[in-house]
């Protein structure tokens, strides 16, 4: 990768919260990883369904800046929560110096009801740019190949539309493995009059099987020529990372040649498989 073009485009890394000590340990040494390899804009902490991981996300968010001195940006998921509640998470952020937040509808655990004022991402937009103005930078998810509890494709736009013009900054996608489908939400997003950074995000292919439970779930697709190349290496799980790293580069590559303006990696706490997709571009 050139330096004029690294310097240019906006790199990312994204964690969850782990439920144990040793798992907070190995997420600050992966943690003191990246920063020192990829030096990344933003780490981003994700928010378990309804709150669940709130408050270790909140240790994690603080810890993380703090020991590595890289801003970190926390999700915060907004149904089943109150005005009240957030209001609380955001002065909080706010007086550890967090500067940027990651905005979401969220999912209700399962078998939970629960009294929410929002019922959208927009609503929480909206409601963190009437209480905090422009305190915080505000990135929104975005699916270019449309949210598994979409209506269809154009009113997964025009729910997009909404939520940027309720005040976004720029969005980070759910992850894909067909750059069309990134360049064609791209023109859409141009079609509608948005302009804000649209961020790719990359996961790395490492297991085969939780790879395919984790994409069914959420609605990214696997090509079916990538699925039958993945299911032929079986239980082969070095030649599935071998491959995986390879792909996944080359797709990362064309998105940055292609005027991505960056890219933010999904890394499930781990540091290899994200860094041998960098070293590649960097080479």
């Not at 040494?29 to 994700?46: G, Y």
């Not at 996300?57 to 998921?77: D, E, M, R, W, Y």
């Not at 629960?114 to 740019?129: G, K, P, Y």
Request: with cysteine; net charge negative; proline share 4%.
């Amino acid at each position: 990768m050139k330096t004029q073009q690294k310097l240019d485009k906006q790199f990312s890394c994204e964690f969850f919260p782990p439920k144990t000590d040793i798992g907070m340990e190995n997420l600050f040494n992966t943690a003191e990883t990246l920063k020192k390899e990829i030096n990344p804009e933003f780490f981003s902490v994700t928010f378990g369904a309804g709150g669940s991981t709130r408050e270790t996300t909140f240790n994690a968010v603080t810890k993380i800046q703090k020991q590595t001195g890289c801003n970190v940006a926390p999700h915060l998921s907004c149904i089943g929560s109150s005005k009240q509640q957030l209001q609380s998470i955001l002065d909080e952020y706010r007086a550890q110096g967090i500067k940027r937040i990651v905005a979401l509808r969220g999912d209700m655990p399962s078998g939970t009801v629960s009294q929410s004022d929002f019922n959208h991402a927009n609503e929480l937009v909206a409601f963190i740019r009437e209480n905090f103005g422009d305190q915080f930078h505000l990135e929104v998810a975005a699916y270019p190949e449309v949210h598994p509890q979409a209506e269809n494709a154009i009113q997964d736009m025009k729910n997009f539309k909404t939520k940027v013009l309720a005040g976004a900054n720029s969005a980070i996608t759910q992850y894909f493995y067909n750059i069309d489908s990134y360049f064609y939400f791209i023109d859409n997003c141009e079609k509608s009059g948005l302009d804000l950074p649209i961020v790719p995000g990359i996961m790395p292919i490492t297991n085969y099987s939780n790879l395919a439970r984790f994409s069914d779930m959420c609605g990214a697709e696997i090509p079916r020529w990538l699925r039958r190349k993945l299911e032929a290496y079986a239980d082969d799980t070095d030649s599935i990372k071998d491959f995986g790293a390879d792909f996944v580069s080359s797709m990362s590559q064309k998105l940055l040649d292609m005027g991505a303006p960056g890219l933010h990696f999904y890394s499930m706490n781990q540091s290899e498989a994200t860094l041998r997709i960098w070293n590649n571009l960097k080479s």
